[in-house]
């Protein structure tokens, strides 16, 4: 059976030192079996990928793309939670999705998959997960969209 | 004593077959004894019964018919998530009423009153929820109204 | 060692009688060890403090301002929910921050940290907390900001 971190390195995907929040809070908190992720932007290398949103230049591709590298991070800081081993996840539980978008924008479930996808291809059926997606006219240094998550680890 | 089963009859409520999500995730996990319902749309017979804003042309009264019906989504995945029995429902948790409003629009809280008028209706104490009504620029398929859910069940 | 109490007394904050949700709803529930308190204004004597816009007449201070006035309350659900003993508060595990916005507006991390900043000065290690902080584009009674939590207490 392959594993989560098999998949991350067969998908090329390298989780880097944990993203530290921009703000006085602290990146997950473990409650029981739960591990409440902080929202993540679509950060790589210290940088937001996207910018924008949606509707307004920014493509359903591109925000895809940026809610996948939110997802990284957020599969960066469950590593962290994990002490390193992600076959301690038993199921990602949920996903919160939230696209700056403008008002007639309607495809935010598109955008969001960029995050649900990965979950899949990483963690398998462990991966799927109840979701929320909706529009926000604006998010912390002009990302085009944010990703919180609820998982379950043993 | 009255069921949530007899409560839905005498509303005339009849839970169809649980909406598919729109996208690549599922409708609710369930997590030791927490059912995570995803975001739900007003969807009736596979449409969106009411799209557009608060604010902007959808009336509350508008608003709070397709909270409600996002509602009974939530109940037709609860009661799938409760293999049909919805007196194994402890109590509706916690809703997420997101309300697609224009920025000088204020009766978010009257609107989201439509799932959560529901929920009482139908399950007595154990509907009562904490809940948090905020506004959107825009939601999937221009619905404008999203809720979802997190229940304790048995 | 300091109770949570006492910080609050340092802090000249007086916990008044717990606000009433604004709608059909209740402030909290409690379920397990998780408290999950219903998205908080920031009322005080029974009025918002900051209506309007971030971006858009209202400054970041007087977000953060308003951001903490609604961890207040928060904290005042919190203790109506732990029966007085703010010292049964194990830990706070997680706000929403919905901060009313423009769509150019990147510093919702800064409005939001006057909610995260009051919890780590009340609570300690055990205030710190995973966190989401989004835009949106109107709040239930003009609001500035919103905040939610979930709380883990013994």
Known sequence: MTTAAQRLTELGITLATPPKPVANYVPWVKS?????????????DGKVTVTGHLGAGVSVDQGAAAARQAAINIITQVNDA?????????????????????????????????ASDLMV???????????????????????????????EVR
């Open 32 to 44: 029981g079996n739960l591990v409440f992720v902080s929202g993540q932007l679509p950060l790589a």
């Open 82 to 114: 994990c002490g390193g081993d992600l076959e301690r996840v038993v199921r990602v539980i949920r996903l919160g999705g939230f696209v700056a978008a403008t008002g007639d924008f309607t495809q935010h479930p598109q955008v969001v998959n960029g």
């Open 121 to 151: 291809a990483v963690f398998g059926e462990r991966g799927r997960h109840a979701r929320a997606a909706v529009g926000v006219p604006s998010l912390p240094l002009g990302a085009c969209v944010e990703v919180d998550a609820v998982v």
